[in-house]
C-alpha cells in the first residue's frame, strides 16, 4: 500500500468524464459512440443528483448485496460495453425509478500490484428502504502513478457505475424477494443447511464498511409470541427482539429480528405429549402491531404439532412484514412434514428456533419498447425474403433457359461456333453477378 | 408509422394464420345462442300517438331503458346505463323524446322514440343524494315552450325540452327543504312546489312556470311531524302520512293559506293494526293507501272529510289513474283469487261500476301480481279498450288485453345470481336417433345440398336452405344425454327466487320454478337467493334417482337471520325438499365427499361460526367424521381486512346436535389498515382438471406448484381504493397475495408500485393472471404470476423416475415448508374489464384460454400462450418450437377472436365455463342483462370432424373409388385374357 486517495464522487466522476471525453478523441476504441456518451452524460447527471440530495440526518445502514471481482481482461471491457448499450434504455427507466426505490451504492476497489492485467474490484450495493445516497470509496495504490492507468481506472469506474445502476434496477427486484435481515437464535445457528442455503452465498457482511450506525432514530422493540396449547388459553412462550429504523420519509421497518423461547414447563410439557398424541393443533400467536401490541389483531399461525419433533423440537418461523405491521406468520417445522403423521416424542425438550424476516417484493416492469426499433428491424426482415428468393427460386430454371435461348439464337443466326461460345460466357457472367448485386442492395 | 402499421399487418397475419378460432358468417347461431332481456320493470310509459301507439317505454331496475313492442313484446331498442346510474323516473316529451332522470336526479336524457338514439344529456348540480322529482307538465297549451321541471333537494330546475338547456334554476331559499311533490295550477302559469323542512314543517312555493320566480311562499308546522310519504289529491291538496304512520294529514294550500287536517286511520279502517304505506299514484281526489292486508282508495272530499271509498284485499295491485276524458279517469286493479287472477277498470267517479272485469289464467310459477301499469285504446267499435302490462313476482313481464295474455317475457332471467350446468337423462332404448333423420332420402338430400354449398354450387336459395337445415337440426334440442357432452341443462337461480333450467341447444326454457321458500312471507321477510350447488348426481350408486340441485338463501343481507334451503329435481323442477333453517348462512362449504346415495355433503357456517352438516343423516356423519381432520376452510372478512382460516372441531362441547360442529381458529393474516385494503380474491375452480404436473422446456423440467387451496387476494393501498383518478401514482399501491389457505402460508406476496384497482382475477392450474389499472403508465395492465415447486425440482433423471426413485407419488402436505419458484410478467392491455374467466376441458389436455369480458360487453378468448412469463424479446429456436410467442409489451386484441362474434351480452356480469365431454371443447354461458352460451374449441376441434364435414363427398368418392377399382380390374383381366390368347 504504497498510497491511498479517497475521492468524492464528484470529482472522481468528473475525472472520470474529463478522461473519457478525452480518451474518445485520442485513441480509445472503447468509446466510440455517441450515444454511450450521452447515456455517460445523463448517468453522471443524474448521480451527482442523487448526492446532492444527500439527508445528512438519514441513517446508513447497509448491505452488501453483490461482491464480484472482475478481472481486467481487453475483450471483457467490450462484452461490458456491449452489455451497457443493450441494457441502456432499461437502465435508464431504472435509474428514474431510483427516485422511488432509492438507492445506495458503494463500491471500492482494490487495485492489486499485478494491474493492469488483474483488477480485483469489489461492488456493494446498499439497499435502503427510502434513503438515496451514493458514496464512491476507493482505494488505489497507484491513482498518480501514470494518466494512462488513471483513465483506465477512471474508465474502469464508470463501467461500474454502468454496472451499478443496471444491476441495482434488477437487484432491486431480486434483494426484496429474499430476507433481508437473519436472525438466529437457540440452538445451532450454523448447523442448518436450509437456511445457510437461503442466504445468497454471494453476500458478505461488512460491517466495517458501515457509515456510523448509531444514529439516533434505530431503537430496539421487543414484542412476544405467545403460544396455545390445547384448550387453554395463549401463554407467553418467548420474545422477539428486533431493530426499528424509522427513515427519513417517515417510513419504518424492522431488521436484525432476534428470537429468544422460553423453556417449556412441565406443565407445558405434558399439554404438548397430549397434542402429539391426539395429532392436534400447536398455536401461536404475535401482535399484528409491535409498536402498539397488539395493535389491530393477533397475527395466529397453527401447525400439527406431529410436524414439529425431530431431535428436539424444530420451528421456523416466517415473519411478512410491511413496515411496523406484521402481515402474517407462518410457522411450521423447519424441514418437511409427511402426510402421515406418526408419533415420535423428541429426545429433547427445547426448541431450535429459526426465524425469518420477509418484505414485500417489488413486481417486474411490464416491458416497454421503442417500437420504431423494434418495427424497423422486423419490416426489413419482412421485406428481404421475396427480393432474395426469386433468384434462390428459380435459378435452376432461369440458367437453362438461358441455355435455351443462346442455342436457339445461335442457330437461328447460324453464326460461329466461337462467336456463340463467347457470347454464352457474357450471359453467364450477367446471371451470375445478378444475385451478388442483390445481396449487396440488402 | 408506415412501418408501424405495417408491422401490425403482419402481426395480425400471423396471429390469424396460427390461432385463429373465428366463425365464418353461416356458423353463427348454430352452436350458440343469445337472449336479450331488460330486467324487473320499475316504470313504463305508453304513448298513444302515431307510432308511438304500438310501444311502451320501460325502464327496469337493471338499469335499462327500453322501448317493446306492444303486439309481441319484441325489444326495438334498449340501452343498458352504468352500474351506478338508477333510473329513477321516465316520462314522454313533446310526443317525441322519452325523458329520463338518472342517478338521484343529477343526470337528465332524452332519447329519440323511435330508435332510442341520445337526443341530448344534462348533468345536474344536485347538492346531496336525495328524493328526485320529474315533472313534465302534460297539457300546456300550444305556443309555449314546454320546460320539464326536475327538483332535487332544495333546487328547482326548468329545462327546455328540445335540447336540454337549463331555462332557469330556482335554488330555494330554505336549504334542508325536500321537495315532495310539484303540481300545477289550472288557471294560471303558475307551480306548486311543496316540500317539508325538517320532519315537521310544510312549505308552499307558488314559482313562476316561465322564469321560476318565486310568488308566494306559505308556511306550517305540524306537532306530530311527518314521515316523508305524501299524496297528491287534487292540484292544491296534498295528503301526507305523519310520524308515527298512524294518521293522515290533510293539506290544502289554496291561494297561499294553508289549512291542515288530521284523520287517524284506525278512524276510517277499525281494524288496521300495523304499517302503512301510501301508494305513489295520481288520482284526482282519491289515494290509495297499502295496510298489510289489502289496499284502501279512499276518497277526499274535502280537507276535513275522508272516506274509504273501497277495499281491495291482498294480493293485489293497482295501477295509476289514467285520463280518459277531461272528467273521467280510470284505473285497473288486478286481484288474485283461487279462480284465477281478476282484472278490473273502474273510473274514478263511479267506484261502483266496472268498466271491464275478467279473469286471467295465469302460471302458477310467476307468483303474484307485483305491479301493473295501464293503457287505453280505442276498439273497432269506437269503445274504450285497456289492456295492461303485469309485472310479477319472478320479474317476468307479461301484456294483458281482452283477457289474454298477448305475450310475456322472462325478464327475471336479466338478474342471474348463481348457475350450474347439469347433465341431462341418459338416452333410454327405443328412442332411435333416425327418428331425427326422417329417412335416407331426406338425409342424403340434405347431405348433397351441404356438398353442392360446399363446392360454391348452391343457389343463394338453397344456401338458405342449408342455413334452415343447419339451425334447424334438432339434434341439438333433444331432452337426451349426448356421446360430446354438448346438450346439458343450465340451471340458473335469479335474484326474485325462481329457479329455471334452460336447455343449451337453443336457450329455451326447460322447466322453471318460483321457489316457496325463497317467496316474501312473515318469517322471512326479504329472501334472496344465495347461490346453487349440486346437491345429488348419481353415477355410481343410486343410478335410478335423478340428480338434484341444492339453492340456498338467507332472509335478508342481515348475517344473523336464519337461511333457507332447497332442493329441487333438475330433470323436472319439483321441489323436493325446502326448509327453513334455524341458523343463519354466512359461508357455505360444498364437500368432495358423498354419502351412499350420492348426496354431497356441505357444510354451512352460521354467524357464531358453528358448522352444520348437510344433509343431515348419520350416513353423513359418518363418512365426515372420518374426513374432519383434514377439513379446513377459510373466511375473507373485507370490511376489516383480515382473513382467517380454521378447522373443526370434534362435536364433544356440542352434544345437543349430532351435526353442528364447533370451529377452531388456526391462522389469520391480519393487513394493517393503514396502508391495505381487500379488494379483490380468487380460487381455483373446485373440479378443475390438471392434466400434466411439469412444464417440459427444451432443457428443463419444472414441476408445477398445483394446489386446490391456493388463494388470490389483491390488496391496495386505502387512498387508491376508489376510482381511477383518485390516488397519485405514488400513493397508489397494489399488493398481489397467494395464500396457501391450510396453513396460512403467504407463499408470493409481490408489489406493484403506482398501480390500483379494480381488480379482476383469475386463478387455474399453478397460476394467477390478474387486471388491474397502471397509474404510471395511465394503462391497463394483466400480469401473470406462474408458481413452480422446487422441492420436486430435481427429479429430471429419466433413470430415477424409471427406477422409482422420485418423489413425485408422496403425499403432499401443506405443513411441509414450500420450496417455490415464482416466475411473472406484466403485459398492457387495452380494455378495461369486467369479468375474467378460463377455459376448462374435461381433461386438462387442450391449451387454456382466458375469457376476458370487455368493457363492451363482449368475450374476448385469449390464448394463456400471450400471458407466460417466459416470453422473451428473442425467443431462442427451441422456445419457438415450444410456443413462446416473442416478447411484446402489449397483449393483442384480435376482432376475430371475441367468441360474442359481434353480440353483445349486455351488462355482462359473470362468465362461466363447463367442461363438454370431448376434449377439445368448452361450453360457455356468460349472463348480465343478456344471456349467451356458446361452445369453444381452444386449440380447435382436433378430436372430432367438423359439423359441415361433407359425408356425402366421403361416400362418393369412395362409391367412385370401388367402382374405378372394378373397372380397371375387369379391363385388365380382358386385356390379360386378350394378351393370353395372342
Known amino acids: ?442 | 408509422m408506415a412501418i408501424r402499421a405495417y408491422l401490425r399487418f403482419t402481426l395480425a397475419i400471423l396471429l390469424l394464420s396460427t390461432l385463429s378460432t373465428a366463425l365464418y358468417e353461416d356458423q353463427v347461431g348454430l352452436a350458440d345462442w343469445h337472449q336479450k332481456y331488460i330486467g324487473k320493470v320499475n316504470h313504463a310509459v305508453f304513448h298513444t300517438q302515431k307510432t308511438g301507439r304500438k310501444r311502451v317505454i320501460v325502464s327496469t331496475e337493471e338499469n335499462v331503458i327500453a322501448s317493446l313492442d306492444l303486439r309481441t313484446g319484441d325489444i326495438f331498442w334498449r340501452h343498458v346505463l352504468g352500474k351506478t346510474d338508477h333510473i329513477d323516473q321516465v316520462d314522454i316529451a313533446l310526443g317525441k323524446y322519452v325523458i329520463t332522470l338518472s342517478s338521484e336526479g343529477s343526470v337528465l336524457r332524452a332519447w329519440n322514440l323511435p330508435d332510442g338514439q341520445m337526443i341530448w344529456e344534462s348533468i345536474l348540480d344536485v347538492s346531496a343524494p336525495s328524493k328526485s322529482l320529474l315533472y313534465v307538465p302534460a297539457s300546456m297549451s300550444a305556443g309555449k315552450d314546454n320546460l320539464i321541471l326536475v327538483s332535487g333537494g332544495s333546487s328547482i330546475y326548468a329545462l327546455s325540452s328540445i335540447d336540454g338547456q337549463i331555462v332557469w334554476r330556482k335554488e330555494l331559499p330554505i336549504n334542508s327543504i325536500e321537495i315532495q311533490q310539484i303540481s300545477q295550477s289550472h288557471e294560471s302559469d303558475t307551480i306548486y312546489a311543496v316540500g317539508f323542512v325538517g320532519s315537521s314543517e310544510f312549505v308552499v312555493y307558488h314559482i313562476s312556470y316561465r322564469t321560476g320566480e318565486v310568488l308566494q311562499q306559505s308556511k306550517s308546522s305540524f306537532g306530530s311531524g311527518f314521515c316523508g310519504e305524501t299524496s297528491l289529491v287534487f292540484d292544491d291538496t296534498i295528503v301526507a302520512l305523519d310520524g308515527q304512520r298512524s294518521s293522515l294529514v290533510a293539506i290544502g294550500f289554496k291561494n297561499g293559506i294553508i289549512n291542515l287536517h288530521q284523520t287517524y286511520i284506525s278512524d276510517l279502517i277499525p281494524e288496521f293494526s300495523g304499517n302503512v304505506k301510501l301508494l305513489p299514484s295520481r288520482f284526482n281526489g282519491m289515494l290509495a293507501i297499502d295496510i298489510a292486508s289489502s289496499i284502501i282508495l279512499l276518497r277526499v272530499k274535502g280537507i276535513n272529510e275522508l272516506e274509504v271509498a273501497e277495499k281491495i284485499n291482498r294480493p293485489s295491485a293497482i295501477t295509476a289513474s289514467l285520463p280518459i276524458s277531461k272528467e273521467q279517469q280510470a284505473f285497473a286493479i288486478m286481484e288474485h283469487s283461487k279462480s284465477g287472477i281478476h282484472f278490473k277498470v273502474k273510473f274514478d267517479n263511479d267506484l261502483t261500476n266496472e268498466v271491464l272485469r275478467e279473469t286471467l289464467h295465469m302460471d302458477s310459477q310467476r307468483g303474484n301480481v307485483e305491479k301493473i301499469f295501464i293503457n287505453s285504446y280505442i276498439r273497432t267499435d269506437r269503445t274504450h279498450g285497456f289492456r295492461v302490462l303485469v309485472v310479477m313476482e319472478d320479474h317476468s313481464l307479461s301484456l294483458v288485453q281482452q283477457g289474454e295474455i298477448v305475450w310475456s317475457r322472462e325478464d327475471g332471467l336479466a338478474s342471474i345470481v348463481s348457475s350450474a350446468m347439469f347433465e341431462l337423462p341418459v338416452e333410454k332404448e327405443g328412442v332411435s336417433v333416425a327418428e331425427v333423420e326422417h329417412n335416407l332420402f331426406e338425409w342424403l338430400k340434405g347431405h348433397f345440398l351441404k356438398l353442392k354449398g360446399t363446392l360454391m354450387l348452391a343457389s343463394p336459395d338453397e344456401m338458405a336452405a342449408i342455413q334452415a337445415i343447419r339451425l334447424k337440426s334438432s339434434e341439438k334440442n333433444k331432452m337426451t344425454r349426448d356421446h360430446n357432452g354438448f346438450r346439458k341443462l343450465i340451471i340458473v337461480v335469479t335474484r326474485a327466487g325462481k329457479v329455471l333450467a334452460l336447455h343449451t341447444g337453443d336457450g329455451r326454457v326447460v322447466w322453471s320454478v318460483l321457489l316457496p321458500a325463497l317467496r316474501r312471507s312473515g318469517k322471512c321477510g326479504n329472501p334472496s337467493a344465495l347461490s346453487l350447488y349440486q346437491w345429488q348426481v348419481p353415477h355410481h350408486h343410486a343410478m335410478d334417482e335423478n340428480p338434484s340441485v341444492l339453492v340456498v338463501g338467507a332472509c335478508g343481507q342481515n348475517s344473523d337471520l336464519p337461511g333457507v334451503l332447497s332442493i329441487i329435481d333438475s330433470y323436472t323442477g319439483k321441489v323436493l325438499n325446502s326448509s327453513m333453517l334455524e341458523h343463519s348462512v354466512r359461508h357455505i362449504i360444498p364437500l368432495p365427499l358423498t354419502d351412499s346415495t350420492e348426496q354431497r355433503l356441505h357444510l354451512i357456517i352460521d354467524g357464531y361460526l358453528h358448522a352444520h352438516l348437510y344433509p343431515r343423516t348419520s350416513d353423513s356423519v359418518k363418512i365426515f367424521l372420518q374426513e374432519m381432520p383434514n377439513i379446513y376452510w377459510y373466511m375473507v372478512e373485507e370490511g376489516k381486512n383480515i382473513i382467517r382460516g380454521y378447522s373443526l372441531e370434534s362435536r364433544e362441547l356440542n352434544t345437543y346436535d349430532e351435526y353442528v360442529f364447533r370451529t377452531k381458529q388456526l391462522w389469520s393474516i391480519v393487513f394493517p389498515s393503514e396502508s391495505e385494503k381487500i379488494i379483490a380474491t380468487a380460487t381455483r375452480k373446485m373440479n378443475e382438471v390438471v392434466h400434466t404436473q411439469a412444464k417440459v422446456t427444451a432443457d428443463d423440467v419444472m414441476y408445477k406448484y398445483i394446489s386446490k387451496n391456493i388463494l388470490f387476494v389483491a390488496t391496495v393501498s386505502p387512498k387508491a381504493a376508489g376510482n381511477i383518478g383518485s390516488a397519485a401514482p405514488e400513493e397508489a399501491c397494489l399488493f398481489a397475495y397467494l395464500i396457501d389457505t391450510v396453513s396460512g402460508r403467504i407463499l408470493h406476496r409481490v408489489s406493484h408500485q403506482g398501480a390500483q384497482g379494480p381488480v379482476n382475477a383469475v386463478v387455474s392450474e399453478n397460476w394467477v393472471v390478474y387486471h388491474y389499472f397502471n397509474l404510471r403508465a395511465h394503462r391497463y395492465e394483466m400480469s401473470v404470476v406462474e408458481i413452480y415447486d422446487q422441492s420436486r425440482a430435481d427429479n429430471k433423471d429419466v433413470w430415477k423416475l424409471v427406477l422409482g426413485k422420485h418423489n413425485l407419488t408422496a403425499p403432499v402436505s401443506s405443513y411441509t415448508r414450500p420450496d417455490v419458484m415464482v416466475k411473472s410478467q406484466s403485459y398492457f392491455f387495452t380494455h378495461s374489464v369486467k369479468s375474467i374467466s378460463v377455459t376448462s376441458t374435461a381433461k386438462g389436455i387442450t391449451s387454456k384460454q382466458l375469457l376476458i369480458g370487455t368493457i363492451g360487453d363482449q368475450v374476448l378468448a385469449l390464448d394463456k400462450r400471450f400471458l407466460d412469463p417466459r416470453r422473451s424479446v428473442n425467443p431462442t429456436q427451441s422456445e419457438k418450437e415450444e410456443g413462446i410467442i416473442p416478447l411484446t409489451d402489449s397483449l393483442p386484441i384480435v376482432p376475430q377472436s371475441y367468441i360474442t362474434h359481434s353480440l353483445q351480452v349486455e351488462g355482462l356480469r359473470t362468465i362461466v365455463t363447463t367442461p363438454a365431454k370431448l376434449e377439445s371443447t368448452a361450453l360457455v354461458f356468460c349472463y348480465g342483462v343478456d344471456l349467451f352460451y356458446t361452445r369453444i374449441a381452444p386449440s380447435r376441434t382436433y378430436d372430432s370432424l367438423t359439423e359441415d364435414f361433407s359425408y356425402a363427398l366421403l361416400l362418393l368418392t369412395i362409391v367412385a373409388l370401388v367402382a374405378a377399382i372394378f373397372v380397371t380390374w375387369a379391363l385388365s383381366e380382358k386385356k390379360e385374357l386378350r394378351e393370353k390368347w395372342r
Open chain 1, 1 to 442: 500500500m504504497n498510497r491511498t486517495g479517497s475521492l468524492t464522487i464528484q470529482t472522481l466522476i468528473a475525472i472520470a468524464f474529463w478522461f473519457t471525453w478525452h480518451s474518445r478523441n485520442e485513441q480509445d476504441h472503447l468509446v466510440k459512440q455517441h450515444s454511450h456518451n450521452n447515456l455517460m452524460m445523463k448517468i453522471l447527471a443524474f448521480s451527482s443528483r442523487i448526492f446532492n440530495t444527500r439527508d445528512p440526518k438519514g441513517p446508513n445502514y447497509s448491505k452488501t448485496l453483490m461482491t464480484t471481482q472482475i478481472k481486467w481482461i481487453p475483450q471483457r471491457w467490450i462484452l461490458l460495453k456491449s452489455i451497457v448499450m443493450a441494457l441502456g434504455i432499461i437502465c435508464m427507466q431504472d435509474l428514474a425509478s431510483l427516485k422511488y426505490g432509492s438507492l445506495m451504492v458503494r463500491f471500492k476497489v482494490r487495485i492489486k500490484p499485478a494491474w493492469p492485467t488483474a483488477i480485483r474490484g469489489q461492488i456493494e450495493v446498499m439497499q435502503l428502504s427510502k434513503v438515496s445516497i451514493a458514496v464512491l470509496r476507493t482505494e488505489t495504490r497507484e491513482m498518480a502513478k501514470g494518466s494512462r492507468r488513471a483513465r483506465s481506472l477512471a474508465l474502469f469506474f464508470l463501467f461500474t457505475l454502468h454496472l451499478i445502476s443496471i444491476a441495482a434496477g434488477f437487484q432491486s427486484d431480486e434483494l426484496l424477494q429474499d430476507d433481508e435481515e437473519f436472525g438466529l437464535e437457540g440452538g445451532r445457528p450454523a448447523a442448518d443447511p436450509e437456511l445457510s442455503s437461503l442466504a445468497r452465498p454471494a453476500i458478505r457482511r461488512r460491517p466495517d464498511l458501515d457509515l456510523p450506525s448509531g444514529s439516533s432514530d434505530s431503537k430496539s422493540i421487543q414484542f412476544s409470541l405467545e403460544h396455545q396449547l390445547g384448550s387453554s388459553g395463549f401463554l407467553l412462550a418467548g420474545t422477539f427482539t428486533a431493530r426499528l429504523k424509522s427513515w427519513s420519509n417517515g417510513g419504518q421497518t424492522l431488521t436484525k429480528l432476534r428470537f429468544s423461547r422460553n423453556t417449556l414447563t412441565e406443565e407445558e410439557k405434558g399439554a404438548f405429549e397430549r397434542l402429539l398424541k391426539e395429532d392436534g393443533y400447536y398455536t401461536i400467536r404475535v401482535p399484528s402491531n409491535v409498536l402498539n401490541p397488539p395493535g389491530k389483531d393477533y397475527v395466529i399461525s397453527s401447525v400439527r404439532a406431529r410436524c414439529i419433533p425431530r431431535e428436539s423440537l424444530d420451528e421456523h418461523f416466517t415473519i411478512h412484514t410491511d413496515g411496523v405491521n406484521i402481515l402474517a406468520v407462518n410457522y411450521g417445522s423447519a424441514g418437511a412434514c409427511h402426510y402421515p403423521r406418526l408419533l415420535r416424542i423428541p429426545a429433547k425438550w427445547s426448541f431450535n428456533s429459526y426465524t425469518v424476516l420477509k418484505n414485500s417484493e417489488q413486481a417486474p416492469r411490464t416491458p416497454t419498447f421503442a417500437e420504431e426499433l423494434l418495427a424497423v428491424d422486423v419490416g426489413t426482415e419482412g421485406v428481404q425474403p421475396p427480393e432474395r428468393s426469386f433468384w434462390a427460386k428459380y435459378w435452376m430454371y432461369l440458367i437453362p433457359l438461358v441455355f435455351i435461348v443462346l442455342n436457339a439464337v445461335t442457330q437461328a443466326m447460324n453464326m460461329p461456333e466461337e462467336q456463340a461460345a463467347g457470347q454464352s460466357a457474357q450471359g453467364q457472367q450477367v446471371a451470375q453477378r445478378a444475385p451478388s448485386a442483390n445481396a449487396r442492395r440488402r
